[in-house]
């Protein structure tokens, strides 16, 4: 498992990046729940992210064997 494939997918790119936009966000709100729901909301996306680029091998596998079936 190389870590590269990560590092240059343009989702995880853009996920991580959103980041600075929830820390810009979230530096003026009260420090109450609502602050956590918005970074939970955002680590999930990068949560997702990640796991789309764990299963792009899985899914050719899957659609290789589904066109050998044919």
Request: no cysteine; proline share 1%; aromatic share 8%.
């Amino acid at each position: 498992m190389s870590i590269g494939k990560y590092v240059t997918n343009p989702g995880v790119i853009g996920a991580a990046a959103g980041a600075l936009g929830t820390a810009r966000k979230t530096q003026g709100m009260r420090n109450d729940w609502r602050r956590l729901l918005v970074w939970g909301v955002w680590l999930a996306g990068l949560a997702l992210a990640i796991a789309s680029v764990a299963m792009q091998e899985t899914d050719t596998e899957y659609e290789s064997e589904l066109k050998s079936r044919r």
